[in-house]
């Protein structure tokens, strides 16, 4: 072969090749993504295609200003490539795209399926536009990860939750096949080396599944899932349900599928944020998908614990902050300063421009009025022991030397404002402080001088973000502040930690209502300071207070999922208690257990995340009030024959009368 040949036939290979990577790794244009439904149906959305002859091309077509309505046939077909069903449907003029919908009965959860797009003038189905695959699964199934069963009965991907068959695997091989590639003792989440490789065990730099995240399994739901699914030996949260889960703050996305009357958060992406009851349907923020990433932050977060909440749940810390609708706020918002005039939703935000408001020097003259309900306040320091009398002050500074300078004597922090606009005051508060201090600048906290500069790199002042406060001799120079409000809650392994403060062992202060702030990030309506008023934020409705550590959301609800087995009644008992040896629900008697579910099962399936079945919580804090006429505090409950307890749910638990 000559090199003129030669040189010839390697051009048209590298063309070929150019050519058809450039088809391999093409965005698909028509955005053809199936969706599970909770209903057991599959959503199937696609765009038109301005590349399309037969379409409208906004470069060339100037009138009508709209797409044309052409018509497209999306086939379903099963996992051995056989056709199901097929359903047409017209392309939207204004928005330039269509979805078509299969209902739950041509389809079997768990199974595979692949959609086809094609023109319906294709009358032969011979030219394929686009094709993706699906799978359909219970929400509420203890396999709702898994991708169905080969022919012999084998799960399909249940390792590594690739629900789209793409099989894409992780460069550390995270979540695939029961395999952990050893990354030197690094940290998946958060606390990375300078030489990490931690970014692989989520990422894929050129061959990711889908998305701006680079992630490499197709959703923050199944990417998440790949190894909190109990394959890798991380946190499964998909255990099945066991004694130990009752007590526990999170409880369980294994719910059961018949008789439990279990509920979860669908964490998986069918929902957007503004499903949440009591929650903000006004859009922004709350139009996004609900998954794991709405409360869990993949790269870590203030939290000291391994749960690795959102420091800022819903872009709290990025929204100003409005005492009254109509007033105008300017704040920091990307690489610019941003204009807004306030609405009613602003009240929630947790940005705080301090634009009309002084920082105050000294406790003595703090205002009266809830008009700024988080304020600085400056104090100071007297000695070693008024630092170690602070829990929050002696976690930041341990054991202060006395004998250096500065002293850390002058400290500033923040103060919200606690009760109504007559009895209320404002307390000390510890909500951290958010630190965003990379693009794009909308959740940073500021401290400034006369001049408006920051004095946060002042060698001066330490600024201790994590629990809200700034200590040392620059406190003096500090005249103004831009405070962005973040969450931080600690948690513990016991569930009481979080409402009960007589633990002073373990007890956190402030952890039970940094939870129940956290809740109502998505549940807005639900946050109250007090039970004595109308205080939500949207009804005015009255309302249990929650903002505080004696009673919150955990208190009665779990965060991720909950079912008979993990319920309790008034007396705290569970499951597992009744169904031990010689109590009411012996499990070695047969029929018992069923009888223990049944007796725990909520009596309404859509049981909220309860902690409690039915509403026996109510029954547990209010029971032993002489309201109740015929309580269980004089007589023995029917059907375990136990006393009424006394006492506080969660907490230890003493029988009151016989």
């Known amino acids: 072969m000559s090199k003129l040949k030669l040189s010839f036939s390697l051009l048209i290979t590298i063309l070929l090749v150019g050519i058809l990577s450039t088809a391999a790794f093409a965005k698909d244009p028509y955005g053809l993504k199936p969706v ?52 047409s449907a017209t392309i939207d003029t204004t928005s330039g795209k269509a979805s078509v919908v299969f209902a739950k009965g041509v389809l079997t959860p768990g199974d595979t399926y692949s959609v086809s797009l094609y023109h319906t003038t294709d009358t032969a189905h011979a030219t394929l536009l686009s094709k993706s695959s699906a799978v359909v699964y219970d929400p509420s199934n203890a396999d709702m990860y898994k991708a169905g069963t080969d022919a012999n009965g084998n799960p399909i991907n249940s390792t590594h939750v690739d629900v789209t068959g793409s099989g894409y695997k992780n460069a550390n091989l995270t979540g695939y096949d029961n395999t952990r590639k050893n990354r030197s003792g690094q940290k998946v989440h958060g606390f990375y080396q300078n030489n990490t490789n931690s970014c692989a065990s989520c990422h894929q730099t050129h061959t990711a599944a889908n998305g701006e995240s680079l992630l490499f399994k197709d959703g923050v739901y199944s990417t998440c899932s790949a190894c909190h699914d109990g394959t890798t030996g991380a946190y499964n949260s998909f255990a099945p349900v066991s004694a130990d889960m009752t007590s526990s703050i999170d409880g369980t996305f294994n719910v059961q599928t018949a008789g439990h009357n279990g509920s979860l958060h669908e964490a998986d992406g069918s929902l957007k944020v503004s499903a949440a009851p009591g929650g903000n349907k006004l859009g922004g923020q709350y139009d996004q998908e609900f998954d794991c990433a709405s409360c869990h932050a993949a790269h870590g977060s203030g939290s000291a614990g391994e749960n690795n909440l959102n420091t800022d749940p819903m872009g709290w810390g990025s929204t100003p902050y409005a005492s009254a609708a109509g007033q ?140 809200a406060f700034a200590y040392g001799s620059a406190v003096a120079n500090i005249d103004s502040a831009v405070v962005s409000i973040g969450i931080d809650v600690e948690t513990t392994g016991n569930i009481a930690d979080l409402y009960d403060s007589t633990r002073t062992a373990t007890f956190v202060p402030d952890s039970g209502t940094e939870m129940s702030k956290y809740c109502a990030s998505c549940h807005v309506d639900y946050a109250s300071n007090t039970r004595t008023d109308n205080t939500g934020v949207y009804t005015l409705a009255h309302r249990h207070a929650t903002l505080q550590d004696k009673l919150t959301c955990v208190r009665c609800h779990y965060a991720h999922g909950s079912e008979a087995q993990i319920m309790h009644d008034a007396n705290d008992n569970t499951y597992f208690d009744l169904t031990a040896a010689t109590k009411v629900f012996d499990a070695s008697v047969t029929g018992n257990t069923d009888k223990a579910i049944s007796y725990f099962a909520d009596p309404n399936p859509s049981s909220a995340l309860k902690r409690y079945t039915g509403m026996s919580v109510c029954y547990a804090c209010h029971g032993k009030g002489e309201q109740f006429i015929g309580s269980n505090s004089d007589k023995a409950d029917t059907i375990t024959g136990e006393f009424l307890k006394g006492g506080d749910p969660g907490a230890a638990r003493t029988v009151i009368s016989k």
Not at 43 to 55: L, Y
Not at 423 to 431: E, P, R
């Open 36 to 87: 599970s439904n909770s209903d057991l149906s599959l959503t199937v959305p696609f765009n038109g295609n301005t590349a399309d002859p037969v379409d409208y091309n906004p470069k060339t077509d100037t009138t009508p200003a709209s797409y044309n309505a052409v018509s497209f046939d999306v086939v379903l077909k099963d996992s051995t490539g056989a056709e199901v069903t097929t359903k």
């Open 328 to 467: 105008k706020i300017t704040y920091f918002k990307g690489h610019s300063m941003a204009t807004i005039t306030t609405t009613i939703d602003n009240k929630n935000g947790k940005l705080f421009t301090f634009a009309n408001a002084d920082i105050v020097n000294g406790v003595a003259n703090i205002p009266t009025t809830e008009t700024f309900p988080y304020i600085l306040v400056k104090t100071s320091l007297a000695d070693q022991n008024a630092v170690n009398a602070n829990f929050f002050y002696k976690r930041a500074l341990g054991t202060v030397d006395t004998t250096k300078t500065p002293f850390p004597i002058q400290v500033i922090q923040t103060y919200r404002w606690a009760g109504d606009s007559t009895t209320g005051s404002y307390v000390a508060d510890y909500s951290l402080w958010n630190r965003e201090e990379g693009y794009p600048f909308v959740a940073n906290t500021v401290l400034k001088d006369v001049n408006g500069k920051s004095l946060n790199m002042d060698p001066n002042l330490q600024v201790v973000y994590r629990d």
